[in-house]
């Protein structure tokens, strides 16, 4: 539950507190329960807890990784938390979970699986699900990166599984999106029609000591070859790793550098964050109204509702009213 | 795409022309096109469309279909149309897909499957993709179930498979919901974990001939006592089916039919309807704001996008900008 009895700004300098501090990853949960608990009541509380940390976002490299359920996401997950933090980099890692009652269970068992970090304070993990939630994904997401973000980490690794519009959303909310697949797992054509060629910066080919590896690989390079890009555009690099065996990670630490310094060279960096920001500020201010479409317009929404439903309103006259 | 060279009157009359008319169903597929082709330049087309179809919606029967992959929901679909047909019903299938790249080729299958009607003028199956549309699944399902119930059709089948809050977002529009589950698809105390035990109508358990089966039943059936319900509520049952040996099929369109006469005989009915309609105002309404914020306020919207990026502003402020 949301403590109101602590001051923000103390909680803020607390979640800043970093490595010495064993406060800090506390601190961090309660200012991430505080948008998971967010309601209509409590949003008051989560304004000053934005206003509070937006003088210290920006320093966080954002990295969304995403991939079909089965190809090796907290495997992989793990082993580049590992080599990040090998490199001396605080990372914190938010797994969003999109998933249906039906397969809210294999998520469980992804952060189980993460207590390989459990005694490292520079590693902070945390799980959300985005059911259930104040416009959901798309409004929590964001704001937890911001938390993230503010408290000082260096990376914040966004995973999420693909499906639904999830993986699509988490590409607009990341710096660098990595597309993960694995070899066994449908084929290339598949992949390409289906669009993942439009979201990855680096796709990422798990389990490469597998049969079938290669051909993954070359499929992908071959269609990232004939997509059409802009003069001085990114060139997506596919990376072989086998997360399992750790191989494979420093390249691919390497590589998430390069698409970095691409980014800050290229200017794209402000602009993915302007977008980013973007769409929190619409995610806010479409719940805000919501909000008070509920509060203060309940009664007249329920007419135009009940006006719909016995077909002597159309619904775009509706919105009309309820806009006008 | 759209066509604009015909009357949206004529439209939706020959969309209702019903089984004698063979040009019935391309109107209706017609109209559909217009809801995913919907744009913010096309959609004053939409509101024509929505505003001619109103006098006539609120006969269809919605019935929702859930569950998660590999249950069996496209045989138990295609049962459950072979059936109803029997019957006497014009059927239509909305088969809405939230599903990402990654498995976007699995429901392309399940529509192959579903020529088993193709000659049958009394039915009219659908798929729809929310991926990439103007709001996504919650602003174009609600419109083509409008679309459909107001082309006369008797029952509205929406079959969606269960990954992210779609199948929440199924039952909030449907009048009765089927949750779909099989044996070997996880345990039933997963599944009263992850709350389907608050969406379903009727829960339908496939492969019933299957070992498990029975486990599932039981499980569930005791899950279900344990909930508790408000005097008069209904009480959803477990029906045992094997879609594809036709088996049980029977009696689940008299428990459809069950449940149908209870939302009329205690106004709930009515209730969901109005809920629907709420929802789908609420979605033109938001719709109609980005649109206005893309069209309008771009400027003003990148501005307050860089402030927030940038640490100067924070997303609530400028949320607050935005509205004000």
Redesign the interface.
């Known amino acids: 539950m949301a403590r109101t009895d602590i001051e923000v700004a103390d909680l803020v300098e607390t979640a800043r507190g970093g490595l010495g501090d064993p406060g800090s990853s506390r601190a961090v949960a309660r200012l991430i329960s505080l948008i998971e608990d967010a309601s209509d009541a409590s949003t008051g509380r989560?304004?000053e807890v934005?206003?509070a940390?937006?003088?210290?976002?920006?320093h966080a490299h954002v990295i969304g990784l995403t991939?079909?359920p089965g190809v090796g996401k907290s495997t992989t997950t793990s082993a580049l938390v590992r080599e990040l933090r090998a490199a001396g980099k605080r990372v914190a890692v938010l797994a969003v979970d999109?998933?249906?009652?039906?397969?809210?269970?294999a998520l469980l068992g992804d952060r189980i699986r993460m207590t390989d970090h459990a005694g490292d304070r520079g590693v902070y993990i945390r799980s959300m699900a985005?059911?259930g939630h104040l416009g959901?994904l798309a409004w929590s997401t964001?704001?937890a990166i911001?938390v993230l973000d503010g408290a000082g980490f260096d990376v914040v690794l966004v995973e999420t599984v693909?499906?639904?519009?999830?993986?699509?959303e988490i590409a607009g909310l990341a710096d660098t999106t990595l597309v993960l697949l694995a070899p066994g797992?449908?084929d290339g054509i598949?992949?390409a029609?289906?669009?993942?060629l439009e979201i990855g910066d680096l796709y990422v080919v798990n389990k490469a000591d597998r049969d079938g590896a290669m051909k993954v690989r070359r499929d992908l390079r071959g269609m990232l070859a004939l997509a059409a890009r802009p003069e001085g555009a990114w060139k997506p690099a596919v990376l072989p790793i086998s997360a399992q065996s750790h191989m494979g990670l420093g390249d691919l630490v390497a590589a998430i550098a390069e698409h970095r310094a691409w980014l800050d060279g290229s200017g794209m960096l402000?602009v993915r964050?302007?977008?980013?920001?973007?769409e929190?500020?619409?995610a806010?201010?479409?719940a805000?109204?919501?909000a008070r479409?509920e509060l203060q317009g309940r009664d007249r929404?329920?007419e135009?509702?009940?006006a719909?439903?016995?077909?002597?309103?159309?619904?775009?006259?509706?919105?009309d009213t309820?806009?006008g």
């Open positions: 989560l304004r934005m206003a940390l937006s003088p210290y976002v920006g991939g079909a999109p998933s249906s009652p039906f397969s809210g269970g985005s059911r959901g964001p704001q911001r693909g499906v639904g519009q999830s993986e699509v797992m449908g598949q992949a029609k289906a669009g993942i402000a964050r302007a977008r980013r920001a973007r929190e500020i619409e806010i201010a479409v805000a109204l919501r479409w929404l329920d135009l509702s009940a719909v439903a016995g077909g002597r309103l159309d619904p775009y006259a509706a919105a309820l806009l």
